[in-house]
């Protein structure tokens, strides 16, 4: 009966001390959000914000218009954390799915059938299918980052350019290892 009985008080004692000498606290044991600054620049390098037939060198699908593309330049700063990989993953919302170029926004009939915006990415200017590729993944250095894309018009078909409207928006998410980073700044 004693042995139960000083059972009894070493598990109330184990329970105690589980309870009171806890490990410290990890990111997996309570939200620890990362955090952000993010900016961005857009630059319309052609001074155009329309398009024509003589911009493009042939009607073939996937042609590029002969126009210097627009700049996008998204800059990640004062991260919570310092160093490791950041992945900006393009939403489905600003992807045509039929094409794998941006979403044209503008759904009424002054909007371009035939003509879209093509996403390239990083100096190389690569052009990017958003159906197969939309996760980019660039070195936080010092809790800062860039990602580089630019955006020019983009034949659809093989059809001579039909005029009209073109709009897109790129929504993203951005996150370090799985989880997500929270922006303050212009977002």
Do not use: W
Not at 73 to 92: A, V
Not at 151 to 174: H, L, T
Request: proline fraction near 4%; aromatic fraction near 12%.
């Amino acid at each position: 009966m004693k042995n139960k009985k000083y059972f009894v008080y070493l598990i109330i004692i184990l329970l105690y001390s589980s309870f009171s000498f806890s490990s410290m606290p990890r990111r997996g044991d309570h939200d620890i959000p990362l955090s952000c600054n993010i900016d961005y620049i857009y630059e319309n390098t052609s001074d155009r914000f329309s398009i024509n037939g003589n911009d493009f060198s042939s009607y073939e699908k996937g042609e590029l218009a002969n126009i210097d593309p627009h700049i996008i330049l998204i800059t990640i700063k004062d991260c919570s954390t310092s160093n490791g990989d950041i992945r900006l993953k393009i939403e489905n919302t600003s992807i045509d799915n039929t094409t794998g170029y941006l979403k044209n926004s503008i759904n009424d009939p002054d909007a371009s059938n035939n003509i879209a915006f093509q996403l390239l990415y990083n100096e190389e200017e690569r052009p990017i299918d958003l159906n197969k590729e939309r996760v980019f993944t660039e070195e936080l250095i010092d809790g800062e980052t860039e990602f580089y894309f630019l955006v020019n018009y983009v034949k659809k078909d093989s059809m001579p350019p039909m005029p009209g409207y073109i709009r897109s928006n790129i929504n993203f998410i951005a996150m370090i290892n799985d989880d997500i980073v929270n922006f303050s700044g212009n977002d």
